[in-house]
């Protein structure tokens, strides 16, 4: 007892320098160790959860015992993934590299985040950016057309599409000439025993226009809600294909195309299942036989010159000018004007390559307001260079899987019924 009372009393003589900061660990520690393996915890159990779901968060647990300020970095670093999208900096639409017009691996990269902050600007608009419904009280599309379309989807007979293609202009025929081989009982006609070949002159539909397609109405708020995707978003967009440069790419499948499930999908989704699907069909039977042609669909807008945002451009009036002629990728396109009314603008009249067989003709179109032109997607076209003003389009093709574009046609015993052409296949 004595000799542990000296050896304590050593010790205590020994330890007196250390007094006070040993007082000072005690006030200190316990607390600072609380806080530490507390918040420290709480992270690695976060951490774990979130490795088990395959996600890297950072939890409100474990940010609470951040600093105001590190708190708002992981808000706007991780979460925010507009303020990362609104960060990029996009390839400039002009740029080339290596033969690519459009900058695919750039886009590929940050297509996770760009469809994130689409999403999140969605959520942000919902609210305050909707389209009218597309349905049959819908005031975006000429009503006289809308009428007899839904007519014929509830009673799909030749009449009732005879009474919308009354509504149409035709505005394009070529004449081809077409071999057919002709099963024949002659056998001294024919080399071959069994056929004999037959030059025929085919007259072949190739363009159809409707004037006011879509109601001034309709026009306008699909002007604004594109527009409000193109400048208020400050998500970069692609260019809409490899040749128009200025546009918005509103295929949410394709990298670096707008996503978000906006309401313009929605819009595209049913004009396509509606309208465009079932026109293209009943027009062109003889080159839309098989809903494999034309299932899948592609969209975009164009814009051809200057929106005075486009720093970065080096065309001459800051956008597109013109197109040169081309075949589309698609078995049927459509073809809308999305100018309004008051925006006039010259020159950029579309052209259509008329192929009388000899001869092949230039036939030229000016679009107005809401007009839509239907086509089949190989009739060469091009667009002549804008003089003044600016030209705004929308342009749906319709396509099968994987980009299937079909250019053979089909003989009048293969083609689709009146109401296969008008269903959902
Ligand atoms: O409206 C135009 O200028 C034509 C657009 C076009 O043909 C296309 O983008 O494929
Ligand atoms: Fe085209």
């Given at each position: ?5 000296i050896?304590?009393?050593n010790?205590c ?7 006070p900061l ?7 520690l316990p607390?600072?160790?609380?806080t ?7 992270e ?5 959860k ?11 647990d474990?940010?609470?015992a951040m600093?105001?300020?590190?708190q708002e ?6 979460y925010?993934?507009l ?7 996009p ?14 691996d ?8 760009l469809?994130r ?6 959520q942000?608009?919902?609210q305050?950016?909707?389209l009218?419904p ?7 599309i000429?009503h006289?057309?809308?009428r ?5 989807w509830?009673?799909?007979t030749l009449?009732?599409e005879?009474r ?9 025929l070529?004449?081809?000439s077409?071999t ?7 056998p ?19 363009v159809?226009r ?5 109601t001034p ?10 527009d409000s ?10 260019r ?8 918005l790419l509103?295929?949410?499948t ?9 309401p313009?999908h ?12 079932p026109?293209?069909?009943s027009?062109?039977?003889t080159?839309?036989?098989n809903?494999e042609?034309?299932?899948k669909?592609?969209?975009f ?13 080096t ?5 597109d000018?013109e197109?040169k002629?081309h075949?589309?990728?698609s ?5 809308i004007n ?7 603008y010259t ?10 067989g000899d001869?092949?003709e230039?036939?030229?179109f ?8 239907l ?5 060469r076209?091009?667009s002549?260079?804008?003089?003044s ?18 250019t ?6 293969e083609q689709?019924?009146v109401?296969e052409?008008?269903s959902?296949?």
């Amino acid at each position: 007892m004595r000799v542990s009372m000296i050896v304590t009393c050593n010790l205590c003589l020994a330890l007196r320098p250390l007094l006070p900061l040993m007082l000072l660990l005690i006030i200190v520690l316990p607390d600072r160790t609380f806080t530490m393996s507390s918040s420290f915890q709480v992270e690695r159990i976060e951490e774990q959860k979130s490795k088990d779901n395959n996600v890297v968060v950072l939890t409100r647990d474990a940010t609470s015992a951040m600093t105001e300020e590190q708190q708002e970095c992981v808000n706007d670093e991780q979460y925010d993934y507009l303020i990362q999208a609104r960060k990029l900096i996009p390839p400039p639409v002009e740029s080339i590299e290596n033969g690519d017009t459009e900058s695919a691996d750039w886009w590929m990269e940050h297509s996770a985040l760009l469809q994130r902050a689409w999403t999140q600007w969605h959520q942000q608009q919902q609210q305050q950016r909707s389209l009218p419904p597309l349905n049959v009280n819908s005031i975006l599309i000429d009503h006289s057309l809308h009428r007899d379309v839904y007519q014929t989807w509830k009673e799909p007979t030749l009449e009732n599409e005879e009474r919308i293609h009354r509504k149409w202009e035709e505005v394009l025929l070529s004449t081809t000439s077409k071999t057919t081989m002709t099963k024949t009982t002659m056998p001294i006609l024919n080399y071959d025993n069994d056929t004999i070949k037959q030059e025929q002159e085919q007259e072949q539909h190739e363009v159809f226009r409707y004037q006011n397609f879509l109601t001034p109405e309709g026009v306008q708020v699909l002007r604004d809600h594109l527009d409000s995707i193109t400048y208020d978003s400050g998500i970069p967009t692609r260019r809409p294909n490899a040749m128009n440069r200025h546009g918005l790419l509103l295929d949410p499948t394709v990298p670096g195309g707008v996503g978000g499930n906006l309401p313009i999908h929605n819009f595209l989704d049913i004009l396509v299942r509606d309208f465009v699907r079932p026109l293209g069909r009943s027009f062109f039977p003889t080159f839309c036989g098989n809903s494999e042609d034309d299932i899948k669909h592609y969209a975009f807008t164009i814009r051809y010159g200057d929106d005075g945002h486009d720093p970065l451009s080096t065309t001459e009036t800051g956008g597109d000018l013109e197109l040169k002629e081309h075949s589309d990728a698609s078995i049927i396109s459509l073809n809308i004007n999305l100018n309004l009314p008051d925006e006039e603008y010259t020159g950029s009249s579309l052209y259509f390559v008329q192929d009388d067989g000899d001869k092949k003709e230039r036939r030229e179109f000016n679009f107005e307001s809401g007009t839509a032109l239907l086509h089949r997607g190989m009739t060469r076209h091009g667009s002549i260079p804008l003089q003044s003003g600016q030209r705004n389009n929308l342009v749906i093709w319709l396509h099968g899987k994987d980009g299937y574009v079909r250019t053979s046609s089909y003989e009048k015993h293969e083609q689709l019924t009146v109401s296969e052409r008008w269903s959902f296949i």
